[in-house]
Nanobody
Framework: QVQLVESGGGLVQPGGSLRLSCAAS????????MGWYRQAPGKQRELVAT???????SYADSVKGRFTIFRDNAKNTVSLQMNSLKLEDTAVYYC?????????????????WGQGTQVTVSS
């Protein structure tokens, strides 16, 4: 059984910073990619940032230059450093991972989601 557990959300003023972390655990053979998505009230879930197993990153235009995604392969974690936060960054942030897992001796590739963590930017 695979779990993604997020931490680090909270309330911050505009211009402030937060760091989100996500730890993957369970019967993981390998991690292909990890990333962060967010969903604001009344809006669709959108991609924020991703990082591949090789370290290649990509970002939504709205967060480029403000957010940084990085991972610790040894600990199966991915983090999102969010600086210069804006009111429009308020959302539930979800960790996502594309994993190879072993079940009954068979290798599968599946996408997994964390439970979400609230980020609120407010003055």
């Amino acid at each position: 059984q695979v779990q993604l557990v997020e931490s680090g959300g909270g309330l911050v003023q505009p211009g402030g910073s937060l760091r989100l972390s996500c730890a993957a655990s369970g019967s993981i053979f390998s991690i292909k990619a990890m990333g962060w998505y967010r969903q604001a009230p009344g809006k669709q879930r959108e991609l924020v940032a991703t990082i591949t197993s090789g370290g290649s990153t990509s970002y939504a235009d709205s967060v480029k230059g403000r957010f940084t995604i990085f991972r610790d392969n040894a600990k199966n974690t991915v983090s999102l450093q969010m600086n210069s936060l804006k009111l429009e960054d308020t959302a539930v942030y979800y960790c996502n991972a594309l994993l190879e897992v072993v079940r009954a001796g068979v290798l599968y590739e599946n996408a997994y989601w964390g439970q979400g963590t609230q980020v609120t930017v407010s003055s």
